[in-house]
């Protein structure tokens, strides 16, 4: 899945672009699974996967922990690259509007 979203490539240099909004569908269909891990139960009601834990003897929530970097990173990359293409955008409109004339002389 995430290799699809970035366009199925694993190599990158300067000049290739990747979408956005499918890193972001990534993001939120990883959150998807991680919910879905942690809620399967089988026939009789115990969970299928123990992957967090809060119990007396203390907290482990490294199953969450791991994912949620994972989710936090997609949704860096997706604003890194939305404001990539917005910045192309206002720097194209500024070269309009604030065109530099020739000297007259």
């Given at each position: 899945?995430?290799?699809?979203?970035?366009?199925?490539?694993?190599?990158?240099?300067?000049?290739?672009?990747?979408?956005?909004?499918?890193?972001?569908?990534?993001?939120?269909?990883?959150?998807?699974?991680?919910?879905?891990?942690?809620?399967?139960q089988d026939a009789i009601g115990v969970l299928l996967?123990?992957?967090?834990?809060i119990s007396e003897e203390g907290s482990n929530l490294?199953?969450?922990?791991?994912?949620?970097?994972?989710?936090?990173?997609?949704?860096?990359?997706?604003?890194?690259?939305?404001?990539?293409?917005?910045?192309?955008?206002?720097?194209?409109?500024?070269?309009?509007?604030?065109?530099?004339?020739?000297?007259?002389?």
């Open positions: 899945m995430l290799v699809t979203a970035h366009g199925g490539r694993t190599r990158f240099y300067i000049s290739d672009t990747i979408n956005p909004q499918f890193v972001s569908n990534a993001a939120r269909n990883i959150e998807k699974a991680t919910w879905l891990l942690s809620q399967r996967l123990f992957s967090n834990e490294s199953f969450a922990v791991e994912f949620g970097k994972i989710v936090a990173r997609l949704d860096l990359l997706t604003q890194m690259l939305d404001e990539r293409y917005r910045r192309i955008g206002v720097n194209y409109a500024q070269s309009l509007l604030l065109m530099n004339f020739l000297p007259v002389q």
